[in-house]
């Protein structure tokens, strides 16, 4: 009887410790993947700080390139609110890079502003943030996953399930996003 009664224990145990592992893994996902975004967060910030003086710069060389001015500061607008989901703020980013594409094409057809160092300087500076928010965007995705496969798989399922983990959205680019447009300076 005693070994019943001390087998019965050693397995509440055993299930008790293994709980404790599985919940404390799910959280360290968690603050992970929130962690990751909050990265991304921070270089969208640096590009959507970015892009007026970019379109200043422009605008002092193509006057009546208005429309398009316009439309990347009303897609800068928009993917610079807060409180968009991953999924949101992929698309607004997407519409972004877009207005972005149409105006270094405007910037084509002047020849002063793509001689402008000021102009160079900051195009640099936007590269240079959209590789950092692609790395960003690769080290999200991963946590993602492996936090979503945790929350999917048994038995670590029951324990997401009984204190409300959930699956986490992926950040991602559309089709006609993740080719950069193609500019010649």
């Known amino acids: 009887m005693e070994w019943i009664i001390g087998g019965i224990f050693a397995f509440i145990v055993i299930v008790g410790l293994w709980a404790i592992v599985a919940y404390n ?14 990265q991304i967060d921070v270089e969208l910030q640096r590009r ?3 892009i007026p003086n970019l379109v200043e710069t422009v605008k002092g060389y193509a006057k009546h390139e208005r ?19 991953p999924a949101e703020q992929a698309q607004q980013e997407n519409v972004l890079t877009q ?8 910037a084509e057809a002047y020849p002063d502003l793509k001689a402008n160092q000021n102009f ?8 240079n943030t959209e590789d950092r928010v692609a790395a960003g965007r690769r080290f999200y995705n991963a946590n993602v996953r492996t936090l ?3 929350i999917e798989t ?11 983990f959930h699956r986490e959205e992926y950040f991602e680019t559309v089709e006609s996003a993740r080719t950069a447009p193609n500019v010649q300076f």
């Open 48 to 50: 959507h700080d970015l």
């Open 67 to 85: 429309a398009t001015l316009e439309e990347v500061t009303q897609a800068r607008t928009i993917a610079a609110a807060p409180g968009s989901s």
């Open 148 to 150: 979503n496969t945790r």
């Open 154 to 164: 048994f038995p670590t399922n029951l324990i997401a399930g009984m204190f409300g």
């Open 25 to 38: 893994g799910l959280v360290k996902l968690r603050n992970l993947v929130q962690e990751a975004w909050r």
């Open 99 to 106: 207005a972005l594409g149409r105006l270094f094409a405007v």
């Open 120 to 127: 160079l300087q900051l195009q640099q500076e936007l590269t």
